[in-house]
């Protein structure tokens, strides 16, 4: 499965699997974004990346969480 920045829910069940001991509502959004492009089988570019995507991404991982 191929991931991109719009997989935002994808993302966010890959990224709760990776960092079980992160709490999701402290994360900057550099390690949100560096971690999300080192997930497995993320192949889309650091450019199309902005806050309103990332902000997306960590809203869906504390639901995820919960």
């Known amino acids: 499965m191929s991931?991109?920045?719009?997989?935002?829910?994808?993302i966010a069940i890959e990224l709760d699997e990776a960092h079980p001991d992160v709490d999701p509502t402290h994360v900057n959004f550099v390690d949100l974004m560096n971690w999300t492009m080192v997930l497995p089988g993320f192949d889309?570019?650091?450019d199309r990346c902005g806050e309103k995507i990332l902000?997306?991404?960590?809203?869906a991982w504390i639901e995820e969480r919960e």
């Open 3 to 10: 991931l991109k920045w719009t997989d935002t829910l994808d």
């Open 44 to 46: 889309d570019n650091k």
């Open 55 to 59: 902000e997306a991404i960590q809203m």
